[in-house]
């Protein structure tokens, strides 16, 4: 059997987004809030806060809708729970089943006041796992999948590190080089840095001072390109030119077992990535920190436009700060092989749809437990392919900021004393879609698979 080489690499990131993003004053004042059932005061509160740096995230998004449930607003609790069970990849298979139980209990006004007790339980422990704390998860299956390989739930949830002394401005590069070399505790490792990165990397890396300008340049181009503007927190990385290397890090870093077939996950808990990089090959890298930066005001980017950027951004290069890519490579070549495996696999292999891959949740997009891994490889190369279909259309940045600014708000009276209630929605995906490309879905669709078999000399979504 022919094995289809793939790098699917893995985010490791906590239910409640980067640690230091809320304040203790800020998370004090949220527990007042809940502790005195000031529902109006919390909602109003978190949709401030959703407009800062790092703050969308899994624990605001669910004292939204908490908060709603709360003030008998049904509808639109259930629109931010749907929102956490689509947007975000740290819950376990049991977190997303509390929290449809959750939303389906506060669909009528009786039941969302019998689940109360439950559900402030649930969001203090977010609370504490989130911020007081040092939980985090992975959700990941992805690496180098035969045809023949399947989907496995990976739980992490129990593993703990350290985050609260992680929390290192650009300023402290100096104290964040002695505290993450007292943790790898090994003298063949050295730290060096550069305006926006600490790195760190063993001594017979080769080539990795030009490396430390590539992902500086890089740094700077997401920040520029994206809009993202400055940010005072400190990226680590660590360069591992190996797979021991990468397993040695990982225990030491985040006392986690890395898979196998990973090459590299990035870490939105304390903002550290690892990756095996080499004298050639700095992708992985590129497409790690893409997910860190972008998750500083996106932290609620859908899996298609978080992975297909990342993926498109892995094989560029930057010439006078702009990105060029080789859209001839493995990830282009799975449409191209798509009968071989299909005949192999013994399966459809069917090729999602722009509505379909545009609208899966996290955990559709990287895999179900039981599915065949090559599928989640097949929505990771169309969501790069659509990427670039969007490039080449001037439209991606239009989109991208869409997503960003997807919220939008009622304010009407509240019951609290006469304040006035925020009331946030979220736009949905297709029509973020539809009215930036300016087409209805069918249209893009069509549109899409005749640039494919302009620019790729394919239709991946032709059987021949």
């Known amino acids: 059997m022919k094995i289809i080489i793939l790098f699917l690499a893995i985010i490791l990131v906590t239910n409640s987004g980067p640690l230091s993003a809320q304040t203790e004053p800020e998370i004090q004042e949220l527990n007042m809030l809940l502790e005195q059932q000031r529902y109006t005061a919390l909602v109003n509160k978190v949709c401030a806060l959703r407009k800062k740096e790092y703050y969308k995230n899994a624990f605001l998004d669910y004292c939204l809708a908490y908060g709603y449930c709360q003030l008998n607003r049904p509808q639109l609790s259930t629109e931010w729970f749907d929102h956490l069970l689509v947007s975000y990849n740290g819950f376990s298979s049991e977190g997303r089943s509390e929290l449809k139980r959750m939303r389906s209990s506060c669909q009528t006004r009786e039941s969302a006041s019998s689940v109360a007790g439950d559900m402030i339980n649930y969001l203090r422990a977010m609370n504490s796992e989130g911020f007081d704390g040092n939980q985090a998860g992975i959700e990941s299956k992805m690496g180098i999948p035969s045809l023949s390989d399947r989907v496995s739930e990976i739980d992490f949830e129990h593993t703990t590190f350290d985050t609260k002394n992680r929390q290192f401005t650009q300023q402290q590069k100096a104290e964040a080089c002695k505290y993450f070399k007292g943790l790898i505790n090994d003298d063949s490792y050295s730290c060096d840095s550069s305006k926006h990165l600490l790195v760190f990397y063993s001594d017979n890396a080769l080539k990795i001072k030009s490396h430390i300008r590539e992902m500086e340049e890089y740094y700077q181009y997401y920040s520029k390109e994206f809009n993202l503007g400055e940010s005072n927190r400190l990226i680590t990385v660590f360069y591992c030119t190996n797979r021991s290397g990468l397993d040695f890090i990982a225990e030491k870093i985040h006392n986690i077992d890395v898979p196998g077939s990973t090459f590299g996950y990035a870490s939105s808990a304390d903002l550290v990535l690892l990756s095996i990089a080499n004298s050639v090959w700095l992708g992985a890298m590129k497409h790690e920190l893409f997910h860190l930066m972008i998750r500083s005001f996106i932290g609620d980017i859908p899996a298609w436009l978080d992975e297909g950027i990342a993926c498109y951004y892995e094989s560029s290069g930057l010439d006078n700060n702009v990105a060029s890519v080789n859209m001839r490579n493995y990830r282009t070549n799975i449409f191209r092989s798509l009968d071989m495996m299909r005949a192999e696999s013994n399966d459809e292999l069917p090729v999602p749809t722009v509505e379909n891959f545009t609208n899966y949740s996290w955990q559709q997009f990287s895999g179900l437990p039981g599915d065949l891994m090559i599928k989640a490889s097949l929505n990771y190369s169309i969501s790069y392919v659509f990427v670039k279909f969007l490039s080449d259309n001037n ?70």
Not at 409 to 435: S, V, Y
Not at 451 to 463: G, T
């Open 395 to 464: 439209k991606l940045l239009t989109v991208v900021d869409a997503f960003r600014n997807r919220t939008f708000t009622e304010t009407q009276t509240g019951d609290e004393a006469g304040e006035e209630l925020t009331i946030l929605h979220i736009r949905p995906g297709n029509e973020i879609l539809t009215t930036a490309l300016g087409m209805e879905m069918d249209q893009i669709q069509a549109a899409f698979e005749v640039w494919c078999v302009e620019n790729l000399d394919v239709n991946p979504y032709r059987k021949d």
